[in-house]
């Protein structure tokens, strides 16, 4: 079994990330997709960042019962920071049956090389890139085993979010799950 692997803070989960996950498996790219909420990454800043249950919690309000999509806190019990190449080698080790693709945006593409061992993580793993507005992708100058997926472009960010949610009074949840709005809504997250 093919495993996509999308990891991220999830801060909070969109509809982008969800079309995404549906794509892939519907287009065969995977044969599930795993939303891993990363407890740090340690190439962004931490702040305004939610703690890893209530992450954890909305991206399963989002995922729901979603036939080939999962959330996973695997890295939750990991030492940190959450490195890549030993999230996948760890999972490696407890799913020896399936194979793990790393599914990631351009733009971290854009940035693959400052990842903590990148070059061992090509060496294992094969790698689907899908379009970010901004971060165009060479095609011919990717290594064997990346592939660029032609998916839809979303128009949507987290960090939009969490910017309406704080600074807008009208806003409505628009790009979220209704059940991940009624719960910011209700803990009162982002505001």
């Known amino acids: 079994m093919t495993v996509g692997l999308y990891g991220g803070s999830f801060n909070p989960i969109h509809e982008g990330h969800l079309s995404l996950g549906r794509w892939l498996v519907s287009h065969a790219l995977v044969d599930e997709l795993w939303f891993l909420v990363s407890p740090q990454n340690p190439l962004k800043p931490a702040t305004g960042l939610l703690d ?22 695997f890295e939750f019990r990991l030492p940190r920071p959450s490195f890549m190449v030993h999230t996948l080698g760890a999972l490696r080790t407890a799913y020896p049956d399936r194979d793990f693709v790393l599914v990631i945006g351009a733009d971290n593409w854009h940035r693959f090389p400052q990842w903590y061992q ?27 085993g990346v592939t660029l997926v032609h998916t839809p472009l979303f128009y949507i960010s987290s960090t939009q979010i969490r910017e309406a949610i704080a600074h807008n009074p009208a806003y409505n949840g628009f790009g979220l799950n209704p059940r991940v709005w009624a719960e910011i809504k209700a803990k009162g997250y982002y505001r």
């Not at 209530?54 to 999509?69: E, F, I, M, P, W």
């Not at 090509?122 to 011919?140: K, T």
């Open 52 to 73: 890893d249950d209530a992450r954890l919690h909305l991206a399963q309000l989002a995922v729901g019962r979603k036939r080939h999509l999962r959330v996973s806190d």
């Open 118 to 144: 990148s070059d061992e993580i090509l060496r294992h793993h094969r790698i689907l890139i899908y379009p970010r507005s901004g971060f165009p992708i060479d095609e011919a100058s990717l290594p064997t």
